[in-house]
C-alpha cells in the first residue's frame, strides 16, 4: 500500500493525538488556526517533538479537544518568546 494512500476513514476520524474517534476532527494539513494564519500540523511540530508529515501514513486528523490544547500551547509558546525578546529589549535600552 502507498504510504500516501489515506486508509484513515472520513467517516471515523481517529485523532493523531488522543486517539479519540471525533466526527468533527480536522485534517491538520488542511485546517488552519484561522488568528494565526498557521496550519495546526506546522503548530504541533512547533509545539511537540513529534514529526508529521502528510506522507508518513498515520492519521492527519487532529480532534477538537486536542486543537483546544494546541492553540493553548502555541499561544503560550509564542508568549514565551515574546516576553523574552521584550525582556532583552529592556536590558538594551537600561544598560
Ligand atoms: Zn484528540
Partial sequence: MAAE?????E???ICRICLHIDPRALD???SYYEERDTLYCDMLAY??????NMKDGL???LCRNCIA???????????C???EK?????LTILD
Fill in 69 to 79: 490544547h494546541l492553540i493553548d500551547a502555541y499561544e503560550f509558546n509564542l508568549e
Fill in 86 to 90: 521584550n525582556f532583552h529589549w529592556l
Fill in 5 to 9: 494512500q489515506n486508509i484513515w476513514s
Fill in 59 to 61: 492519521p492527519p486528523y
Fill in 11 to 13: 467517516n471515523k476520524k
Fill in 47 to 52: 509545539c511537540s517533538k513529534v514529526m508529521v
Fill in 81 to 83: 518568546e515574546e516576553t
Fill in 28 to 30: 491538520m494539513f488542511k
